[in-house]
């Protein structure tokens, strides 16, 4: 299989791929999808830093509202990004296609179920969708129904990793090689080291979840914030699998409550108080951990800071510098 080759300049820490190239940007990050925290001030600081952020369509009761967020990006960045919308969560996924449609949005990124539904949509109004897949077979689907990407999520990912999904390190090798479109990795990664480590697998990108909700610009309550400071690796837990929706969730005391549920084949009404919206929007206003349920990865336990996007941004990308500077010196010529 053909790939392009990555043209890096140190001096100004750019790098360019298949994926720098589509999304516009600088640099090879993509922030994640974040439930009711994806939105203007954190993708406007994503985007002013050189990486490409994404409105994240669930954030918002319906398309003006989210329309409306579009808007307050640009008028604070001429810089790309995008829109990560998840298939499935609502039952008015319509109005948000036609909102992104309408928005002039050029990028989507599409979780959950199939985009297949509205590709035909996307692709007359000159929209790439870049589709989140747990699975080699995924992959090619999404590449057959004529997605200009596809996202490798791994089981240590925040959020849904779904159904007996596959480490990210194996998972990565496996997506590269079964499609042709170029690969972005995700789950478990924080640092300029795993970036370098995708893009040694074949990887051209990498979205970050977990590590950009750890930021300034992000607007998730201090004491969450706080408490995630002092979180380790084991502080995560998988729930929802019994609704056949796995989340990897902070282990609070309302995600301990839900996994009892699940084991007692609780139906999904007894779940929703739990696991609603409701409840981790009183969450996030309230701060209090044991409102609801909110997800996170296993690479929580290596975060131990929270600095601005663009510092973060600068800091992965002279790690993965150091990174890739340091595997060259191993070899002798």
Known sequence: MTRKNINIYWGEYKLRNRITELLG??????QGGLHQLGRSQLVTAVAEAGAFGLITASSYDNKVEMQEDIERVRKKTKKPFGVNMSI????????????????????????????????KQFRDNNVKVIHVVPSIQ?????????????????????????????????????IV?????????AGGF??????????ILGCEAVQYGTRFVMTQEIPLHQ?????????????????????????????????????????NNAPIEKLLPYIGGEAY???????????GVISVGECIGFINDIPTVDDLIKRIMHEYRYSIEGLNHLLLI
Do not use: W
């Open 190 to 199: 924080y640092d300029g080291k795993g970036l370098a480590i995708a893009q």
């Open 177 to 185: 090689k079964s499609v042709r479109v170029p690969v972005i990795a």
């Open 25 to 30: 940007v600088q640099y090879p990050i993509i």
């Open 281 to 291: 929007k009183k969450m996030l206003e309230t701060g209090d951990i044991n409102h």
């Open 88 to 119: 499935g969560i609502r039952n008015n996924t319509e109005q948000f296609v036609d909102g992104i449609i309408e928005s002039g949005i050029s990028i989507v990124f599409t979780s959950g179920y199939s985009p297949e539904k509205y590709m």
């Open 138 to 174: 995924y992959a090619k689907k999404a590449e057959e129904l004529g997605c200009s990407g596809v996202v490798a999520v791994g089981k240590e990912c925040g959020g849904h990793p779904g159904r007996n999904a596959y480490s990210t390190l194996h998972l990565m090798p496996e």
């Open 223 to 263: 004491n969450i914030k706080q408490l995630f400071l002092k979180a380790s690796r084991e502080n995560t837990l998988i729930i929802k699998e019994s609704i056949g929706k796995p989340n990897r969730v902070y282990q609070s005391i309302i995600a301990e409550k839900v996994l009892e549920l699940e084991k």
